[in-house]
């Protein structure tokens, strides 16, 4: 099975973890890990090395942050980075996590979707689900009553 690590600051990855349960019910294989103010930013990485070893099963594992360039993301390059080569090759980091991402995911998980598939669904998905609504820009006409 497709393991998940979602890395975020503060608890976020949490609350996207709730919200994907909310709408897919109870998940598997996930991990989130956690940046919290006034903690040590060196030692996320081996969180996150941690979080990776806990959910790989040998399907690859794919590890979602909030930021790109931000601490999650930068220590989830270190500690991709310093997995075995067998691992490594089959770890995926994506920045810029939001709820449609981790439901592709998600699914990709319960579709067995070979992990190299998953990466760059996930991302269009991301992609995709972003949008802008303003009411002054509406053009419908509204009833004259």
């Known amino acids: 099975m497709l393991g998940i690590v979602i890395a975020t600051h503060g608890t976020f990855s949490n609350g996207l973890k709730d919200a994907a349960e909310v709408i897919m019910g109870e998940t598997n294989n996930i991990a989130t890990v956690n940046l919290l103010a006034g903690e040590d930013v060196q030692k996320l990485s081996g969180k ?13 594992v794919i590890v979602l942050t909030d930021l790109i360039s931000a601490s999650p993301y930068n ?38 979707t070979p992990i190299h598939e998953l990466a760059s669904a996930a991302v269009e998905q991301g992609k995709q689900n972003i949008d802008l609504w303003h009411a002054a820009d509406d053009t419908e006409e509204e009833d004259d009553f």
């Open 48 to 60: 996150i090395t941690e979080a990776i070893s806990k959910v790989n099963q040998g399907d690859g």
């Open 75 to 112: 220590q989830s390059l270190i500690a991709t980075s310093s997995l075995e080569n067998t691992l490594k090759n089959d770890v995926y980091v994506i920045g810029g996590v939001n709820l449609p991402v981790l439901l592709e995911a998600i699914n990709a998980q319960i579709l067995n």
